[in-house]
């Protein structure tokens, strides 16, 4: 008998949840930067090509799985493959999110101290060329980050101890539209800057000298980690998702809300970085360090305006992590509250408790504890190598290989189409895609990973 499950009640809810968990960090700092260093618009174009054929086909094959078995990832296998091995990959795909939360969620502090920096106008009252040392003093300091990821974890879990409709659902139909607008703010600001032309032209020249095996893994990496592919946090949410839905539609949707958010974000911070003739290579302190920078001197004279734009800025950027970041607890409460019976409120508290122990480590990692290393990486760095590296395609690979292998194909074809009403024709293509190329795309960035 099927279990009574909270559902989302809207399409625009379903595409708001899942373009909410998509749209993070990912799109903000990490975007701009690696569009800019792999060719422009030329990497755009593979990340399109990326992104349809093979990060739709994992986006639906995840879909599938949730929509058809409404349960976590843990459960969903052992409905269709009871009793075998499939199970505990299943089981990997609960833990990947929630490691990722982990370090995820120390970045998401820092967008909390840098919004409470902007309100408190820590940016207006020194020199501009004093702010991007500000970043290291503060991500270097014992007790502070702690804080601050201590605050955002905070946040996270009230969220989701909120359940699918009053807390997920309500939290992204607010802070999707209101991201969007934040961001167009910047946008506009940033592209009359005097200068802001040469970001924009390093953004979308096509450079396709710079498109080597390098730049293509880096975008199916990219993409993998943009739409949070792999780590059941798709499949958890499709779970969720009324019968009646399009699923194909709700891909489209996020896939596209995701590319939108990217180029918005790109189009917000790479301008105004080149209008302030700063480095557009510098990862990620890029944001937190040469943002306020700008928004200092820009706003010389008028510090009301520096501390209006940064703190919309770094709101923007803590609501982006906030809708990623509840998703990825909500795999795992997805699972000990359906496998273990656990309560919502204590499953919640649970693990945001054991991801935030976790999390302590990865935030002193950047000073009291940057010289302890596992496999040479610091607890921060290993944690992102793990899960962008290696868990999120293992993910990926193990839900194609479900749906093209193990799942009868009537099933998958039955999900897909809504018992035969929708998407029909398409079906095949999407098919094949799961089936075959995804598994071969995936086995690539392995090897990428492994060689370069
Ligand atoms: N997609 C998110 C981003 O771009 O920041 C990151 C993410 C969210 C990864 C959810 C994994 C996940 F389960």
């Not at 969903?76 to 990947?96: C, E, H």
């Not at 909390?112 to 991007?132: G, H």
């Not at 949410?237 to 489209?252: A, D, F, R």
Request: a positive charge.
């Amino acid at each position: 008998m099927m279990k009574q499950r909270e559902l989302f009640g809207s399409r625009f809810a379903v595409i708001a949840a899942m373009a909410g968990s998509a749209v993070g960090l990912g799109n903000i700092w990490r975007f701009p930067y690696v569009l800019g260093q792999y060719g422009g618009a030329a990497f755009i174009l593979v990340y399109v090509v990326a992104g349809v054929l093979l990060a739709l086909p994992i986006f639906y094959a995840e879909s599938i799985i949730g929509r058809r078995s409404r349960s976590d990832t843990f459960g969903a296998m052992n409905k269709f493959a009871p009793g075998t091995p499939w199970r505990w990959a299943g089981l990997i795909t609960i833990v990947s999110p929630l490691l990722i939360l982990c370090y995820y969620s120390v970045v998401g502090g820092w967008s909390v101290e840098y919004l409470f920096k902007s309100l408190s106008f820590s940016f207006t009252d020194i020199p501009a060329e004093k702010i991007p040392a500000l970043f290291n003093t503060f991500i270097t300091s014992a007790w502070q980050p702690v804080v601050s990821h201590t605050v955002f974890m905070a946040m996270v879990a009230f969220i989701v101890l909120g359940g699918v409709k009053s807390g997920i659902e309500k939290f992204s139909k607010l802070a999707m539209p209101a991201l969007l607008f934040l961001l167009l703010v910047i946008v506009g600001y940033s592209l009359t800057l005097p200068g802001s032309f040469k970001g924009v032209e390093y953004l979308l020249k096509p450079d396709f000298s710079k498109l080597t095996a390098d730049g293509i893994s880096a975008a199916m990496g990219q993409a993998f980690f943009s739409l949070s592919l792999g780590v059941g946090t798709i499949l958890t949410y499709s779970s969720y998702v009324k019968k009646e839905e399009n699923l194909m539609v709700s891909g489209v949707g996020t896939a596209v809300s995701d590319l939108m958010f990217a180029l918005i974000a790109a189009f917000a911070v790479m301008p105004a970085v080149f209008a302030a003739g700063l480095e557009p290579g510098s990862g990620p302190g890029l944001v937190f360090e040469t943002l306020p920078y700008i928004f200092n001197r820009m706003g010389t004279g008028l510090p009301v305006m520096t501390t209006f734009l940064s703190a919309i800025f770094f709101l923007a950027i803590l609501a982006a992590a906030l809708t990623s970041a509840i998703s990825m607890l909500e795999v795992g409460v997805a699972f000990l509250t359906d496998e273990w019976k656990m309560n919502r409120r204590k499953a919640t508290l649970l693990l945001a408790f054991l991801c935030w122990l976790v999390g302590i480590l990865c935030s002193l990692s950047f000073g009291p504890l940057a010289h302890v290393k596992l496999l040479g990486y610091t607890f921060f760095n290993f944690l992102d190598h793990l899960c962008s590296d290696w868990l999120m395609p293992l993910g990926g690979l193990i839900f194609t290989l479900f749906v093209g292998w193990k799942m009868s194909r009537a099933d998958v074809r039955d999900e897909f189409t809504n018992g035969g009403t929708v998407n029909r024709r398409l079906f095949g293509v999407v098919y094949f895609l799961m089936r075959y190329l995804a598994p071969v795309g995936i086995a690539v960035v392995f090897l990428s990973n492994l060689l370069l």
